[in-house]
């Protein structure tokens, strides 16, 4: 329906994807940067997004050898996706205290980071914190729209939903984010 | 005159048919409600989208590269394994417990002496009791 967008914020090398004679490095040199910044925009969190891009990876690996040429980021992200519920899952049956946010970390640090790099780290912050107050589906469908850069037919794809559905939740997503922002 | 709604999003990102592109467009040249929400939008869609992107740690990847397929596939048998050896070694222990185990009788020593008819000792205890302590201090059971 639409052009492939090219991936929001990756060079260009780790945008195309080949699906003849795949291997898991392609996979984890060309996706593991995406993956990892998937996880951390959806969790806040650098060490669980850290843990879930590795568990990811290794599900990669063992998915690889029946992996069916076809749709390679429905696959991916479909995994990608479970993965994270899982993680969620386990989470709730063991709650943990949550890490401090990257400024309250800066301010402790003992060589004061300069005005404007805090005033953009503090925007970023802002942006990661209303990014987690949006519900999940929202939340997960706008951080792969815009963050991965995956189109809605691929973000329906990966989630199982129609794709009207996911351009509805991307409206909304950003509708809300708008308005904890302004 | 319905607004564009949720087709604002889908017109910024470029994901909407040619058909719904014309509507949207021209809706857009006389709504000025229209024009601010696709205003917000784009803001919003520009703040997440200048979010920085991160360095994956070094380690995510040599750790996963690391796990082989084989120490995947390796680990289900060891563990069928184990679970198997604690449910044998469960049944075995239970098994020898009930039979090691007497069954509990609840009767009392005087009952015992009028059973077998045995007299009273000298210090007042009925013989039975007088019996069972010594052999149960020399470890006989009868």
């Known amino acids: 329906m639409c052009p492939r967008r090219s991936m929001v914020g990756f060079p260009e090398w780790m945008s195309p994807m080949p699906e003849l004679g795949l291997t898991w490095e392609d996979v984890a040199r060309t996706h593991g940067r995406k993956i990892y910044n998937f996880a951390y925009r959806l969790t806040g969190n650098p060490d669980d997004a850290a843990d879930l891009a590795q568990d990811v990876l290794i599900r990669v690996k063992r998915g690889l050898a029946s992996y069916q040429p076809g749709s390679f980021d429905g696959w991916l992200w479909r995994i990608t996706r479970n993965a994270f519920l899982d993680d969620v899952r386990r989470k709730k049956r063991r709650p943990t205290v949550p890490l401090p946010d990257e400024v309250d970390r800066l301010a402790r640090a003992s060589v004061p980071a300069p005005d404007h790099v805090l005033a953009q780290i503090r925007l970023g912050s802002d942006v990661q914190n209303a990014l987690l107050k949006l519900p999940h589906d929202f939340r997960e469908a706008v951080v792969m729209c815009d963050i991965v850069g995956l189109s809605y037919a691929e973000i329906a794809g990966a989630v199982g939903v129609p794709v009207g559905t996911i351009r509805s939740r991307i409206h909304r997503g950003r509708g809300q984010l708008r308005e904890m922002l302004s | ?142």
Do not use: K, N
């Open chain 2, 1 to 142: 005159m319905s607004h564009s709604g949720e087709l604002l999003s889908a017109y910024l990102d470029g994901e909407l048919t040619s058909a719904e592109e014309v509507d949207v467009v021209a809706h857009l040249e006389s709504c000025t409600r229209c024009q601010g929400e696709l205003g917000d939008l784009h803001g919003a869609r520009a703040m997440v989208r200048a979010l920085p992107i991160l360095e994956v740690p070094t380690w995510v990847i040599s750790g996963a590269a690391a796990s082989t397929a084989e120490m995947q596939v390796r680990r289900r048998p060891l563990a069928w394994a184990a679970a198997a050896a604690a449910a044998a070694f469960v049944l075995v222990i239970g098994f020898a417990t009930f039979v090691a185990t007497p069954p509990a009788i609840d009767i009392t020593f005087s009952e015992i002496s009028d059973t077998l008819r045995l007299p009273a000792s000298q210090d007042g205890l009925p013989a039975a009791r007088a019996v069972v302590i010594a052999r149960t201090a020399g470890g006989i059971a009868e």
